[in-house]
């Protein structure tokens, strides 16, 4: 785990922050339930899932790293 770990890494928290930030939004002006915040919430789900993936990955796992840097840029 070297710099491409800690770039991705913050990047997705990045990204993470960002998506709460919309969420509370949405659902402030839509409502907690509406399908906007519900939406939101999913893709906030996504990019946690992934984080989690991320910070789970060791060097045995080294060939899954292309594979969440691609799933990473289509968010």
């Not at 913050?10 to 906007?36: C, F, H, T, V, W």
């Amino acid at each position: 785990m070297g710099v491409t770990y800690m770039l991705n890494t913050l990047n997705l928290i990045e990204k993470i922050e960002e998506k709460r930030r919309e969420m509370l939004q949405i659902s402030l002006k839509y409502g907690i339930s509406s399908k906007q915040t519900i939406k939101c919430s999913q893709e906030l789900d996504d990019l946690l899932n992934l984080y989690d993936k991320l910070k789970n990955y060791t060097s045995k796992t080294y060939v899954f790293l292309p594979y969440l840097i691609i799933q990473l840029m289509s968010i």
